[in-house]
């Protein structure tokens, strides 16, 4: 698997203004973004320092990626102790017997749209869909690991580029008995009937990962597309108000770029969208919340244009996924 060489000079985040920006060099990106910048409220030399400082770090974090992963899979794998190792294998009591029967109709001959549509819920918005995944103790055990972790001191990677808490599964080894056989034998039978386009031959890869919000750390979301073909966010808890998911159009949609639907989450179950598909969260205004998502990639897809920089992927070779291009040369 691939990254796509504008991983390293794309989709830049800066929170405070809500932008995404591409960073070339200080010349270009000034000529670019300058009078953005200071309709956004970075008005001051100041300012505009923290901001080139702020990307400065992410730059430098991208350009140390597969360095900085590797040391960190090294130190987990030689330091940490699992708190709930039967969490890290998928068993079908974690799942909610709702989702099962989905799936199994998913699976079973002469599945379609309208016989789903009778098992899941669709929301107000074209192609957003809800249902129950993981059982409530599930999602308990899967939280006391992830704040287990967070607390064992050794180094974790940032899920994204907007999200600064929260942890990666892969690296803590959720990958080949969790979400591998989670996103081909479960969420892509269920994805093959509603987005046959953005799935084309298959999910073949996947980014998952863990992302928390409270008070006094990351509130918030900004609006923004996912580096996926097809998402699933399912909320895990905690206790907290707020926090709600707003969806728009799709990206590069003609429509009016104003959120038209808002889901509330409810533990246990997800949200399922196309990456594509514009969306953000509301400020939680008590609490914390914790989120697990999967972006769910599709190589025959994205290897004729990557989603970032809307180019054929220029290859740059990683040792995990990556972005989950492939070698189409």
């Known amino acids: 698997f691939f990254i796509c ?27 670019r973004y300058g009078a953005t910048l200071k309709q956004c409220g970075c008005d001051t030399a100041e300012k505009l320092d923290d901001v080139l400082a702020t990307i400065q770090v992410e730059v430098k974090r991208r350009a140390n990626r597969e360095t900085d992963r590797a040391n960190r899979c090294d130190a987990i794998a030689q330091k940490y102790i699992a708190l709930h190792r039967d969490a890290y294998a998928i068993k079908e009591s974690y799942l909610d017997p709702a989702f099962i029967r989905i799936v199994k109709y998913c699976k079973s001959p002469g599945s379609t749209v309208d016989g789903l549509m009778e098992l899941i819920t669709e929301e107000k918005a074209d192609g957003i869909y809800s249902f129950p995944v993981f059982t409530e103790d599930y999602c308990t055990m899967l939280l006391e690991e992830i704040n287990h972790f967070e607390c064992a001191g050794v180094p974790k990677g940032r899920p994204n580029t907007m999200n600064n808490k929260g942890v990666l599964l892969a690296e803590m080894g959720f990958d080949e008995s969790l979400m591998n056989p989670l996103r081909d034998q479960y969420l ?17 890869s996947h980014r998952a990962f863990i992302v928390q919000y409270s008070m006094g750390s990351d509130t918030d979301l900004c609006y923004h597309y996912d580096n996926a073909e097809v998402t699933l966010n399912v909320c895990l808890g905690k206790m907290f108000t707020g926090g709600d998911l707003y969806f728009g159009p799709m990206k590069g949609a003609k429509a009016a770029p104003q959120p038209s639907h808002v889901y509330q989450h409810r533990i246990g179950r997800g949200v399922l969208h196309r990456g594509y598909h514009m969306h953000g969260a509301h400020p939680i205004t008590a609490g914390e919340r914790c989120n697990f998502i999967i ?7 994205r290897n004729l244009a990557c989603p970032m920089c809307n180019h054929r992927p220029q290859l740059v070779p990683a040792s995990d996924t990556g972005d989950g291009f492939t070698d189409y040369k």
């Not at 060489?5 to 000529?31: G, M, Q, R, T």
């Not at 892509?188 to 073949?204: F, K, M, N, Q, T």
């Not at 972006?295 to 897809?301: A, I, N, T, Y």
Request: aromatic letters at 16%; charged letters at 20%.
């Open 5 to 31: 060489a504008c991983y390293f000079s794309h989709n830049i985040s800066l929170k405070v203004y809500k932008l995404h920006v591409v960073f070339n060099n200080e010349k270009e990106f000034l000529e």
């Open 188 to 204: 892509l039978p269920i994805a093959r009937l509603l987005y046959p386009e953005w799935v084309g031959r298959s999910l073949d």
């Open 295 to 301: 972006w769910m990639r599709s190589s025959s897809v």
